[in-house]
C-alpha cells in the first residue's frame, strides 16, 4: 500500500470519529395465528425481515407451505392449524444512541489526535510495508457464491470450504430473512440455506 493509499484510508477512520451514526437495532415479535373451526385466517404483521416457526398450539398438524405460509403482508394459517411465529422488524428504536451526544465531542477531539499520529506512523514506515504488501496479495483470495432456497425448501450449495475459512453473508437478496444458524450456515461440505433464504455469500480464505 503506498503512501496516497495509507492517506485516504486513514483520513476515512479519522473521519468516523467526528461523524456520529444512528444505528438501527433489529427487534423480534411473536405473533399467534389460529386457524378458528378449521377454516382460513390471515394474520397481518410484517415479514420482511423473515418468518420462524415458533411452535404449534393446535391439534391439527400445521405443514409450512399447505396449513400455514407467509407473504410480505402476513401470515395465513388453515385447517385447524394454530402456531407461534417470531417475526423480525426491519425498524429499530434510536433513542438510546441520541441521548449519548453529549460526550460526542471529546471523542472525536481524541479520535483526531491518535490520526494525526497514524498518519505520521504510517508514512514513516511506507516504503517497507508496501514492499511486503506486495508480496502477499496473491497468497490468498476470496470467494463469492450465490444460495437460495427455492419455495421454502431445505437447498445445500456444495463448494470446498477448509479448516479456518470463514462464511460471511454480504448481500440478501430474498424478502425471506437470512439469519445465521437458523436459515443458513455452513460447513467443511458447503453452505446451506432454508425457509426462503437466498443471499449472496463470500468465502473468507
Same mark, same amino acid.
Given at each position: 500500500m503506498n503512501n496516497l493509499h495509507k492517506l485516504a484510508l486513514i483520513s476515512t477512520i479519522s473521519f468516523g470519529f467526528f461523524t456520529q451514526a444512528n444505528p438501527v437495532s433489529a427487534q423480534r415479535q411473536n405473533i399467534t395465528c389460529q386457524s378458528q373451526r378449521g377454516r382460513?385466517?390471515?394474520?397481518?404483521?410484517?415479514?420482511?425481515?423473515?418468518?420462524?416457526?415458533?411452535?404449534?398450539?393446535?391439534?391439527a398438524e400445521c405443514r409450512k407451505g399447505s396449513t400455514w405460509g407467509y407473504d410480505r403482508n402476513g401470515i395465513w394459517v388453515d385447517q385447524g392449524c394454530g402456531a407461534e411465529f417470531s417475526v423480525r422488524d426491519r425498524g429499530g428504536n434510536n433513542n438510546n444512541y441520541n441521548s449519548n451526544s453529549g460526550g460526542s465531542?471529546?471523542?472525536? #477531539?481524541?479520535?483526531?489526535?491518535?490520526?494525526?499520529?497514524?498518519?505520521?506512523?504510517?508514512?514513516?514506515?511506507?516504503?517497507? !510495508?508496501?514492499? !511486503? !504488501?506486495?508480496?502477499?496479495? !496473491?497468497?490468498?483470495?476470496?470467494?463469492?457464491?450465490?444460495?437460495?432456497?427455492? $419455495?421454502?425448501?431445505? #437447498?445445500?450449495?456444495?463448494?470446498?470450504?477448509? $479448516?479456518?475459512? $470463514?462464511?460471511?453473508?454480504?448481500?440478501?437478496?430474498?424478502?425471506?430473512?437470512?439469519?445465521?444458524?437458523?436459515?443458513? @450456515?455452513? @460447513?467443511?461440505?458447503?453452505?446451506?440455506?432454508?425457509?426462503?433464504?437466498?443471499?449472496?455469500?463470500?468465502?473468507?480464505?
Open positions: 382460513y385466517q390471515f394474520c397481518d404483521v410484517d415479514t420482511r425481515g423473515g418468518v420462524k416457526f415458533i411452535r404449534q398450539i393446535s391439534n465531542d471529546t471523542a472525536a #477531539i481524541i479520535g483526531g489526535v491518535l490520526a494525526v499520529g497514524a498518519i505520521a506512523a504510517a508514512i514513516a514506515s511506507g516504503s517497507n !510495508n508496501s514492499n !511486503n !504488501n506486495s508480496n502477499n496479495n !496473491n497468497s490468498s483470495f476470496n470467494d463469492t457464491i450465490t444460495c437460495g432456497s427455492d $419455495r421454502g425448501n431445505f #437447498i445445500r450449495c456444495n463448494t470446498n470450504i477448509r $479448516r479456518g475459512d $470463514r462464511v460471511v453473508l454480504r448481500r440478501q437478496l430474498s424478502n425471506s430473512g437470512c439469519w445465521q444458524g437458523e436459515t443458513w @450456515d455452513y @460447513d467443511r461440505n458447503g453452505i446451506w440455506v432454508d425457509q426462503g433464504c437466498r443471499g449472496q455469500f463470500e468465502i473468507i480464505r
